[in-house]
């Protein structure tokens, strides 16, 4: 049997963008959309080029190569024809390889929101649609309130679907903007725009989760017949967010129940990123994954029931619906299983650090990791840091320098016109090959005079230190409180062209800073030697 | 029409104690059984006692006034009579009004896992039931992996069913243990079992969120008939959770879909306790509330987009699918660098600031939170912040107290031993009521020594600022490096239960952690006195 082909659509990068407290700099655009593209994502929408400075920066290039590259815009204004309205202009002016342009499909919306008749927001349609096609773009419709709207008048919303159609556009993608209709309603309705004759190999559906139902609304509406699907990455958007791609993905690509009628652009090969991608995600916008996401979550393939977890060892299909490994997640909870041991040789022998099966040091460093672990160090993010532990476990680090003791004050002072500074200042010692180094730096805040300080004079080794380059600085608090535990993650990098991070984790911000400096500098030091960054 | 009824089983005290990180004692028990109580839930499950001495104890006495309290346990071991198994033995007398007892219903788990005949499996479901019956409690029986052994093997999953209810179990309760199924394979389950003869007023759901559709599942099996729901309030349990009652119960009280065909336990007068529910359990949790979660979440019902806010303030129905009062949530329109002069003006009545529209403060205002959103401020998730701004602006903020400056110093020091220790110390001198107060404190890092010495002496206000509590601390590096712009973002809260969010933004970590704290505690005295935080 042919599988029907499901088009993924992402708005991360608009719709998301509507997240309270999240807000993407070009350099975020270009990230998301790079893991997007590389996923099997078959359309990537950026944002609203024209709308503000980040988005016209983002759609001044295309930054795509397998992924439809989709600006995101509205409709030609009423009564303008749509070579006079500047924002239709600056769209087809854009990189973007298809527009999807929003419309209203809800008369209510139509003349008390825009002000218009409904004839004029149909030729507003039709108009926008052939303009967008004679730029040789691709078009798409996003029909706002189509649901709200098809249960107030079931024809107006139609027409606008038809109009749309008719006019050339690949997708009319029907948006259940307030997120408050249920599946049943969702597979009547598409299934009703499908028997009036627009085939739905052209319809999308877009959901929102404000009952919880925002994952159910896009399945149910690929069962009535549509074949793209609107999401975010971990499902971020306004209120309640988007449908999540990162569950919807996986439920296609390995339920029967959709992947024996159904394919998509993500390969099982790609599907086993899903866990990565989902956590490379959370790390951009500095949030903590949730635990309990639906398959990429800590807790999705973990188990704590006494009872679940003996009959999980004898067959794990007892207790997970799909292997954990088929998204790149973990089952959690043997404590001495064969998996984590093979697990760690690999990640040594990536390294290049051999180690015998039944070398007792391995399971010293297994322990020391899921003790530094439960503490709150991250070492699937500290490439670096893992690297010393691992080493300096197998004795193999030479002892370079000393850290003998540092001092940080921030002071809030006056100046001569009585406005308030603040002042940081810094003392480090150290101790290398015998001599004692004391260095004191000002920096712009407590860790930057730190490091300042620290790097200021590193005696024998200064001239090969010199480009060692601080690239990201990144704080995370682990529990509530200005008393919790911070986890630091500093990334560095050097004119060689290659980047390493490092973890530090403390009570004290400044301590947990100085950790993950330290460890930067000697990782450096290692790898300037050969002794380190010698892996794969 | 006569409205059907569905009946709300909780079971946020056996199942959700599942949940990594979740142990609730005995005072949470009967604090969180008396919540759903009063709710309206149908059926509260309070645990398994016999399995431990919590759930013994707790099942003791009964704790329910209105709602039937059940206790959970297994059918009656194979090969032993019903009379002489201890577990039943207890449960039944056990102060609960109805059990729940769980069931093999899958043939492969039956002789894999059990170890015993399919026969006498069912011998076993039959022989508990009636037991439970002579005791004069009500009989339920879970069956365990119920779909997925449909789908291995209908005919006997079906076989199990039936006995129970032919037996006299009151409710037969159908789950998807793994959480794998999809909300169509559910309904058509479902529907399989009614056509065999068992009535869907004696059949109830038991859905898992490991594919994101517990809700879903949830309701595709009342739309086939069931009339029993089990849940957990904010949807937690092991792995990815339960189907959420919190986002379940109003969909079924509010949406056209579900309240014209059906009726629960739960009055629209209760209904509107519901965000206050969510929020008292994540309290005994002690989590932060999901701000995510449908209906009850606080970005539920907040919009930031220019467009949709001016709409929104037109017609609320245009972005909300339901009234945010229906279920005690608010409405709330983000300050934000998106958003227009009537955003503005709708946040600072909301606030209970009076402003006219031409008013030149107004401008004012609006081009401060520009220029500090510029610089990294995030208002829209600084409420406090904002409306001191606000405040400040419109000339109504008296000078409660002064900073004349403030000095913290981390220092690594070595132990007697030779262990090094790092200790921070911070030194606050404030100005109040004429007189200057130098405090100095000890604390787990720099922010924490600083918030502690900032409030070991307030003067004047020493007593009133005794109950703020600062409930979390966030951090954001704004750009890469360590001499990047932070923004700390700190929630704080009373005795009176409200809770405000502050925010400081500076290249210094300390002193943006400063701007924050102070600003928390202006926003507390403000309070104090009917200043601040009188809006909705």
Known sequence: MTRERIYLFDTTLRDGQQTPGVDFSVDDKIAIASLLDDFGIDYVEGGYPGANPTDTAFFSKKRTRKAAFVAFGMTRRPGVSAANDPGLASLVQSQADALCLVAKSWDYHVTVALGTTPEENLAGIRDSVEAVLKSGKQAMIDCEHFFDGYKANPDYALACVKTAHEAGARWVVLCDTNGGSQPAEIARIVSDVIAAGVPGTCLGIHAHNDTGQAVANSLAAIDAGARQIQGTLNGIGERCGNANLVTIVPTLVLKDYYRTRFETGVTEEKLAGLTELSRAFDEILNRAPYHQSPYVGASAFATKAGIHASALLKDPRTYEHVPPESVGNFRSVMVSDQGGRSNFLNALKRRGIAVAKDDPRLDRLIATVKEREAEGYAYEGADASFELLARRTFGTIPD?????????????????????????????????????????????????????????????????????????????????????????????????????????????????????????????????????????
Request: charged fraction near 25%; proline fraction near 1%; aromatic fraction near 8%.
């Open 400 to 536: 370079f320098f000393r850290v003998e003791g540092f001092r940080v004050m921030v002071e809030r002072r006056f100046d001569a016109l009585g406005r308030p500074k603040t002042v940081s200042e810094a003392v480090v010692k150290l101790e290398i090959e015998g001599k004692t180094i004391l260095s004191v730096a000002e920096g712009d805040g407590p860790v930057n005079a730190l490091d300042l300080a620290l790097r200021k004079d590193f005696g024998v080794f200064q001239q090969e230190i010199a480009d060692l380059e601080l690239t990201d600085y990144k704080v995370r608090i682990l529990n509530g409180g200005t008393g919790a535990v911070t986890r630091v993650l500093i990334e560095s990098g050097d004119s060689g062209g290659r980047r390493w991070t490092t973890v530090g984790v403390s009570e004290n911000i400044i301590d947990a800073s100085f950790q993950a400096l330290s460890d930067s500098i000697l990782y450096k030091v290692m790898k300037n030697r050969g002794l380190a960054g010698v892996g794969a």
